[in-house]
């Protein structure tokens, strides 16, 4: 039986209490919670030691991993303290909306055939088959749309896109950038893209003329990404959706300086919330490339539409 004393003092700390409420939903390795709540494993493991030392949660071992749960049976007296506090955990919301994504994933079995799959592709020669024969392809099977490209830059994605859709906006906020893009979509004869110097949070684009809104690597650039989610949602008709790829979350704080990177990537349930409160509907994101050379980074997919 937990000491009502002992509990008292391990529940005081605002961190252990996001952690319990956690367990009392599901059952979860120190890996999912260092995801959910984007911390590391050092941190996540002394708090669930001292919750464990209280008697508030028990492990198992399956397999490789160790699983932690709340115990299911508290005093009424901790319960009622659990019940009290749950109002004063700002991020209690947030950490439910990431658990659920989490437990997405962990049921997402075709999914992981498809990372294994991802992970061989590329890595043995067979002739013919490329990552740009494979782009050519799908673009020929997308119906022509009128496409948003948000931080176009030089407009290299942009003239793909071009080739396959009715219409392309490309915005990027340097003029420079606008104008060399521009002059090079011109000479290879596409006439049915055009290059607009803009802000993401502020694109020169009409609201509900736009089927697709796209963020290639550019969000994390935004000051303010979600007023740039937001104003692509303004700027997509009703069935419109949106594409984001982008940097997962990262410690490599030396993108500010090498790349110009205002944000530090954004984490899975990061993006999914974003897109939710901008209005988004049937929002799906997934980690899909991880680079093999030191730092590592990970690209993150996120879809959604407007209803």
């Given at each position: 039986m937990p000491s009502i004393l002992k509990s008292i003092r391990v529940l005081a700390d605002p961190l252990r209490l996001r952690i319990l409420f956690l367990l009392e939903k599901e059952e979860l390795s120190v890996a999912e919670i260092q995801e959910i709540l984007a911390m590391g494993q050092s941190r996540i493991s002394t708090h669930l030691s001292q919750l464990k030392q209280a008697e508030l949660v028990e492990d198992r071992r399956s397999g490789k991993n160790v699983l932690y749960r709340m115990v299911r049976v508290l005093p009424p007296e901790i319960r009622a303290l659990l019940e009290a506090s749950r109002a004063e955990?700002?991020?209690?919301?947030?950490?439910?909306?990431?658990?659920?994504?989490?437990?997405?994933?962990?049921?997402?079995?075709?999914?992981?055939?498809?990372?294994?799959?991802?992970?061989?592709?590329?890595?043995?020669?067979?002739?013919?088959?490329?990552?740009?024969?494979?782009?050519?392809?799908?673009?020929?099977?997308?119906?022509?749309?009128?496409?948003?490209?948000?931080?176009?830059?030089?407009?290299?994605?942009?003239?793909?896109?071009?080739?396959?859709?009715?219409?392309?906006?490309?915005?990027?906020?340097?003029?420079?950038?606008?104008?060399?893009?521009?002059?090079?979509a011109t000479r290879n004869g596409l006439a049915n893209i055009e290059f607009r110097v803009g802000d993401l949070e502020t694109p020169p684009i009409a609201d509900g003329s736009m089927d697709l809104a796209f963020f290639s690597q550019s969000l994390h650039h935004a000051l303010h990404p979600q007023r740039a989610l937001d104003a692509a949602w303004q700027l997509l008709r009703p069935g419109g959706r949106i594409a984001i790829l982008d940097l997962k979350r990262h410690n490599f704080e030396e993108a500010r300086e090498l790349y110009a990177d205002h944000w530090l990537g954004f984490g899975e349930a990061e993006l999914e919330a974003a897109l939710l409160k901008a209005g988004f509907t049937n929002v799906q994101v997934a980690t899909v490339h991880r680079e093999e050379e030191t730092p590592h980074f990970e690209t993150v997919l996120a879809l959604g539409e407007k209803s």
């Open positions: 955990i700002p991020d209690a919301e947030d950490d439910a909306r990431a658990l659920d994504l989490a437990l997405r994933k962990r049921a997402d079995r075709m999914r992981s055939y498809f990372d294994e799959l991802a992970g061989r592709f590329g890595k043995q020669y067979v002739p013919g088959r490329s990552w740009r024969g494979l782009a050519e392809a799908l673009l020929l099977l997308m119906p022509p749309l009128d496409i948003a490209d948000l931080g176009a830059g030089e407009g290299a994605f942009s003239q793909l896109l071009a080739r396959r859709a009715r219409r392309v906006i490309a915005v990027d906020n340097s003029p420079r950038m606008v104008e060399v893009a521009q002059e090079l």
